[in-house]
């Protein structure tokens, strides 16, 4: 028989949660396509967040999105990896969480989102808060009473 705690989950802080912007791998939203592409290979990630030079969140692009771009009719058209910019194809309407929600906003977001971005009340990118730390503090709260 397990049973959460479900005070410590549910007061648990978005920030403790998050992983802060000096660690997430980005993009500028003026950088070429080719470049993003470089950065989602690199870092191993499927999508990363978009941002602008002051560091303001602007979306996220995945390599989904550039793959789907580049797909001509007949065949790959590569050449729109230096041609379009990351603004080009990111997608600029996605949800963002901010350091003071609650808890249970964080955990709605995550269901649809592997990662949800956390921003500032004037835009800027403060880091992402992923799927994989919301499970990981479910499974840290998880007890196993003596009932069975
Ligand atoms: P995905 O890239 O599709 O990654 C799915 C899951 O695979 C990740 O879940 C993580 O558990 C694992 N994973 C993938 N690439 C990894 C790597 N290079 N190092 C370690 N683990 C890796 P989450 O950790 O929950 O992340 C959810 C999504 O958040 C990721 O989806 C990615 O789009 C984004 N993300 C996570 N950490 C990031 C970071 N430091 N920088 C940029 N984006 C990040």
């Not at 996605?94 to 990662?115: E, Q, S, W, Y």
């Not at 403060?126 to 499974?139: N, P």
Request: charged letters at 20%; glycine letters at 4%.
């Amino acid at each position: 028989m397990y049973s959460f705690d479900k005070e410590i989950i549910l007061n648990t802080k978005i920030e403790e949660l998050m992983v802060s912007s000096d660690k997430v791998a980005h993009v500028q939203f003026d950088n070429p396509l080719e470049h993003a592409l470089l950065v989602l290979t690199k870092s191993g990630y499927s999508a990363v967040p978009v941002l602008d030079h002051a560091y303001r969140l602007k979306g996220l692009i995945s390599t989904t999105m550039i793959m789907d771009t580049v797909l001509g009719i007949q065949s790959f058209e590569m050449e729109k990896l230096s041609q379009l910019k990351v603004e080009d194809v990111m997608n600029s309407s996605i949800p963002t969480l901010k350091v003071n929600h609650d808890f249970m906003r964080a955990l709605g977001l995550t269901i649809n989102h592997p990662f949800v971005c956390i921003e500032d009340d004037q835009g800027f990118f403060r880091g992402i808060l992923t799927r994989r730390t919301i499970i990981k503090l479910f499974a840290k709260n998880l007890n196993k009473s003596m009932q069975s």
